[in-house]
């Protein structure tokens, strides 16, 4: 493998994202596809994280850099992959948030990178997303999934909105809706006719898989 | 007597930890999205910026108000036995909110709750006479979401006689709580007097106040009711990866919302809930059983005791197990390690790291509640306690003992606890004769003779109807109604 691919592997699986950068700018330098580059260098280095993670030989913060590294290196190749009209092999494009009222953040986090491990891209909207925003958002990114999390009682009502707002879209068949957060419950999803549901960040990428028939 | 207690860090140590909060709040400031509260707090001394709705705190600001929080004051109960007077030396135990899951006390299951649910276990916590407070154990899924605190609130405002913990959502629901409390001590001005409610006021991190929040926060101030302001900052997750980072910034989180409670309404009865605790990176979840989070408990203690004496509150059996097994007993440690830290208020008794309740750990928990209640009591020494006539009478050689010394009648239960009831402590055979039975056998076979035992003590018909006139209030406003 070129010694750039490689280092983009190594800037990934070291989690740096400064070499990352400096790695991908090269790249471009020497005119090296990048879809290669991001295939073959930084999801490879990400897949690997990824591995190491389930198999607790590393922990969350190592994975959560190893991502930023990751995103900081495909952020440099992308608008030449947009000029070449290609794109990435992902298994599904994610649009994830916490709901309107609730500012946890943490669980989505870190589904949002156990997703990108996986091979999806993951756009993250943040905390207290409004309803309007996630349908907009899913729309305008032709979203597979949309991710919802609560962890208040009081703000779970939000994914039943928003399961409503995609119907109302007519997007509901496009779109798979899933839910998250401590919150919720089987009885809940059910109820809202969520897609989807999961306790926990694992559980969740299994889930989102199964979504995209994986 | 000397009382028990636990330091960690060093006189100059809490220093910087006291100093670097107050350089938070002064120059990073608190997330604080509402115009009107915001002018507020710039009328009484803050620098607000209201773009960014940063509001940062001066020291000097800070000082002026945090010293208005009265240092002691008490939590009232309908049953005024459970009345709770919090001031140092004082320690009390209760049941705390946001399970989503409890273990069936009958088949051992650990399932979700119906509000039906809900009322057995506010029965269960009516006969446990060492928890003085009881909060939101379980949340049912048989009413909407947005409505599950309210009727939690009446059920227990209805069936327990102790002194009601609840959680703070937003001002509306705050409004609903008051008045379901005000309608069984027969006004607002009675509650205030007599406050048989609280709110739990968690703070977002990092400095983040979410608006509904804000304003249920300023609402309850507003009316004087007690407030717990809560930090849980998670080291590495919410807060730095440094335990004295996260110590900090939960300092500088609670010492800004006792500001804010104090600019509203100086007087504001506050209790200082520091949570600090880490993200456990491994298994990637909240943790109690960490020896980090127990670490924490002791340097809390120390900057409240040094720093601010107020009432403070600490984790009570808080544990990660899912069961009633080993890891949740050694989990305990950490509230005999808070309380010796000097917490008043021990809240919790939960599993799985707060996420289910578990009726028969409580059983365990209120015997240990009355058992490390003991060990902070410590032991007199005086002429009568040294005995030396005693032992000087009984004299040396074999055959003479202290059995049958008047001494030893007569002192027998003001120096011994002989209080337990779950802890087996009998030699081998009778246990063994005794069917060999496990903690949690013996705490569900003394549970069912309490439940036998009880009594309840409704309230009156109107009385119930007037929370209930309340609920239905708020029941026009959830999502539900919304076509």
């Known amino acids: 493998m070129p010694d750039v691919i490689q280092k983009l592997y190594e800037s990934v699986v070291n989690a740096d994202s400064d070499l990352a950068k400096e790695v991908a700018t090269e790249a471009l330098k020497q005119r090296i596809d990048p879809l290669r580059a991001i295939e073959d260098g930084l999801v490879k280095g990400i897949r690997e994280v990824g591995t190491k993670f389930g198999n607790c030989e590393i922990f969350l913060t190592d994975l959560v850099m190893a991502a930023e590294a990751f995103k900081a290196g495909v952020q440099v190749l992308e608008p030449e992959l947009a000029k070449k009209k290609t794109q990435v092999r992902t298994i599904g494009t994610v649009v994830l948030g916490t709901v309107a009222g609730d500012i946890h953040s943490i669980g989505k986090d870190i589904v949002g990178v156990l997703l990108t491990a996986a091979g999806f891209k993951v756009h993250d909207l943040g905390v207290d997303v409004p309803v309007d925003t996630f349908i907009e958002r899913a729309q305008a990114l032709n979203a597979d999934i949309v991710g919802a999390s609560a962890l208040l009682s009081t703000t779970v009502p939000e994914q039943w909105k928003i399961a409503q707002a995609l119907k109302d879209a007519g997007i509901k068949n496009k779109v798979k809706f899933m839910i998250g957060g401590q919150a919720i419950s089987e009885n809940w999803a059910k109820e809202i006719g969520a897609d989807a549901w999961a306790l926990s960040a694992p559980e969740g990428v299994e889930k989102a898989k199964k979504l995209m028939g994986i | ?483």
């Not at chain 2, 060093?10 to 002064?26: A, G, P, R």
Request: overall charge neutral; proline content about 5%; aromatic content about 10%.
């Open chain 2, 1 to 483: 007597m000397a009382k028990p207690t636990i330091n960690i860090l060093t006189d100059e140590e809490l220093e910087s930890v006291h100093l670097t909060s107050f350089k938070i709040l002064e120059d990073v400031g608190a997330y604080l999205p509402s115009k009107e509260i915001l002018r507020m707090l710039a009328d009484n001394g803050a620098q607000v910026n209201y773009t960014t709705n940063i509001a940062r705190f001066p020291r000097g600001v800070v000082k002026e108000y945090i010293s208005k929080a009265p240092s002691e004051f008490t939590l009232a109960a309908r049953d005024e036995d459970y009345n709770m007077n919090l001031r140092p030396g004082n320690f009390y135990f209760g049941i705390g909110s946001g399970a989503v899951r409890f273990r069936d006390v009958e088949t051992g299951e650990a399932r979700t709750a119906t509000v039906s649910d809900f009322e057995n276990l506010i029965k269960i916590s009516d006969v446990l006479s060492n928890f003085s407070f009881v909060g939101e154990a379980v949340t049912p899924i048989d009413v909407p979401p947005d409505l599950a605190a309210q009727y939690m609130w009446a059920s227990l405002l209805k069936h327990s006689r102790k002194h009601i913990h609840m959680y703070l959502n937003d001002p509306l629901s705050v409004r609903d709580g008051i008045n379901m409390a005000s309608a069984v001590v027969g006004s607002e001005e009675e509650l205030v007097r007599k406050p048989i409610i609280d709110f739990l006021a968690c703070i977002g991190q990092p400095l983040t106040f979410e608006k509904r929040f804000l304003e249920g926060f300023v609402e309850a101030a507003k009316h004087g009711i007690p407030l717990w302001v809560h930090s849980g900052a998670m080291a590495g997750a919410t807060g730095p990866v440094t335990l004295a980072g996260t110590l900090a910034l939960c300092n500088a989180e609670i010492l800004g919302g006792i500001t804010i409670a104090q600019m509203t309404r100086p007087g504001t009865p506050v209790i200082y809930t520091n949570w600090a605790r880490i993200f456990d990176m491994k298994s990637q979840n909240v943790t109690f059983g960490s020896p980090e989070f127990a670490m924490l408990r002791i340097a809390t203690g120390q900057l409240v005791r040094k720093y601010y004496r107020i009432p403070f509150s600490n984790a009570g059996f808080q544990t990660d197990s899912k069961l009633l097994d080993a890891q949740n007993g050694y989990d305990a440690h950490t509230t005999l390690i808070g309380m010796l830290a000097g917490s008043n208020l021990l809240l919790g008794s939960t599993i799985d790291g707060a996420n289910m309740t578990d009726p028969l750990s409580w059983v365990i928990n209120n015997e240990l509640a009355a058992h490390y209640r003991q060990i902070i009591k410590g032991f007199r020494v005086d002429e009568m306690t040294l005995a030396f006539d005693i032992v000087k009478s009984v004299g040396a050689g074999p055959g003479h003992n202290f059995l049958a010394t008047k001494h030893t009648h007569d002192h027998l239960r003001e120096q011994h606890w002989l209080d337990y009831a779950i802890s087996e402590r009998r030699p081998f055979s009778l246990w063994e004769k005794d069917g060999s039975k496990d903690t949690r056998q013996r705490a569900k076979v003394w549970l069912q003779s309490k439940l036998k035992a009880y009594k309840p003590e409704p309230l009156s018909v109107d009385v119930q109807r007037n929370i209930d006139q309340v609920l239905e209030q708020a029941k026009s406003r959830s999502y539900t109604t919304i076509s």
